[in-house]
């Protein structure tokens, strides 16, 4: 009988994987930024500033224990995992999509970050139908 090679898994379930996500996620919440004594920062008009803790797929990577976001996709790979993960990761999207499309996050930023989910810029046009060249003699 051979001996099983690699790494033993992280994460044996679904649920023990989707508990470190939601603690990541709940990490990941804007909070007023504090001084050393604990005193809330303020804008001119009183207002609180909140400090955006923007969730990432790296910082998931990493809370979760993965030595690489590789590593996490890998999991992904396995059936079990598959609907976890990749809700984790579309979360990480949708805030971009919030807050990087509402202007929250510098407009730059948010682009590079959304093409790296796939999203693009470009415009992309199909013709369907008959295309028809008359020419007209004069």
Not at 5 to 33: H, N, S
């Amino acid at each position: 009988m051979s001996e099983p090679v690699g790494r033993p898994l992280k994460y044996k379930t679904a649920e023990e994987m989707q508990a470190g996500i939601d603690e990541y996620f709940a990490l990941c919440q804007p909070k007023p930024m504090v001084d050393e004594e604990g005193n809330v920062y303020k804008d001119k008009s009183g207002n609180p500033i909140i400090e955006l803790n923007p969730p990432t797929i790296t910082g998931l990577a990493l809370h979760l224990g993965f030595e690489s976001r590789t590593s996490m996709y890998d999991y992904e790979q396995k059936s079990e995992f598959m609907y976890t993960l990749r809700r984790a990761r579309m979360k990480c999207e949708n805030w971009l999509e919030r807050n990087g499309l509402s202007g929250n996050t510098p407009p730059t930023m948010a682009i590079f970050a959304l093409k790296n989910y796939g999203w693009s810029d470009k415009q992309e046009i199909e013709h369907s139908g008959k295309q028809e060249i008359i020419y007209i003699d004069k």
